[in-house]
T-cell receptor, first 109, second 115 residues
Framework: DAKTTQPNSMESNEEEPVHLPCNHS???????IHWYRQLPSQGPEYVIH???SNVNNRMASLAIAEDRKSSTLILHRATLRDAAVYYC??????????FGTGTRLTVIP | DAGVTQSPTHLIKTRGQQVTLRCSPI?????VSWYQQVLGQGPQFIFQ???????GRGNFPDRFSARQFPNYSSELNVNALLLGDSALYLC??????????????FGSGTQLSVL
């Protein structure tokens, strides 16, 4: 089962770091943890993914708990353009992503 | 390079009708997946196609079908439309690499309204 649990909404001040949590206690040992975000009137956009160790890219960092039951997406400096719904995504197959309801991030100027 | 393109962008149908949605993947991508997104919810997986073969199917009724063409474009068909089929239908493409860490690239979707 690839179910993920996230808070419905979070707020952040502009240019401050944001930590978006996700619980995925039923994730299997071979499934990656993916994060996508969706801006209004657009399809989801890939953010980052990882398996066991922490990951960094130009958009964000992903911190994965040692037991892999939870992870945190870190936006180092939130901008107004980061306002979106962020999905922590599980897998039910090689390309079958399981999206939850996501966290709506509001960035306050 | 063009991203994933979907057509039409908006569509209005009535109950009982049939609809066909189209998707062109990113050049070089051979896998196409379809997702349904109901308002206020995350996308739900419908189908995945790779090399013209169905490689995965979500929990959707047989009214939903899809196919992939030799140029890797894809169509999603929905028969006997119900009001509950009103949603944003998203197409995503990927290379794929055969591993479980595929990065999907989504189109902007087709907004289907069933009246």
């Amino acid at each position: 089962d690839a179910k993920t649990t996230q808070p419905n909404s979070m707020e952040s001040n502009e240019e401050e770091p944001v930590h978006l949590p996700c619980n995925h206690s039923t994730i299997s040992g071979t499934d990656y943890i993916h994060w996508y975000r969706q801006l209004p009137s657009q399809g989801p956009e890939y953010v980052i993914h990882g398996l066991t160790s922490n990951v960094n890219n130009r958009m964000a960092s992903l911190a994965i708990a040692e037991d892999r039951k939870s992870s945190t997406l870190i936006l180092h400096r939130a901008t107004l353009r980061d306002a979106a719904v962020y999905y922590c995504v599980g897998q039910t197959g090689a390309n079958n992503l399981f999206f939850g309801t996501g966290t709506r991030l509001t960035v306050i100027p | 390079d063009a991203g994933v393109t979907q057509s039409p962008t908006h569509l209005i149908k009535t109950r009982g009708q049939q609809v066909t949605l189209r998707c062109s993947p990113i050049s070089g991508h051979k896998s196409v997946s379809w997702y349904q997104q109901v308002l206020g919810q995350g996308p739900q997986f419908i189908f995945q196609y790779y090399e013209k073969e169905e490689r995965g199917r979500g929990n959707f009724p047989d009214r939903f079908s899809a196919r992939q063409f030799p140029n890797y474009s894809s169509e999603l068909n929905v028969n006997a439309l119900l009001l509950g089929d009103s949603a944003l239908y998203l197409c995503a493409s990927s290379l794929p690499t055969g591993s479980r860490n595929e990065k999907l690239f989504f189109g902007s979707g087709t907004q289907l309204s069933v009246l």
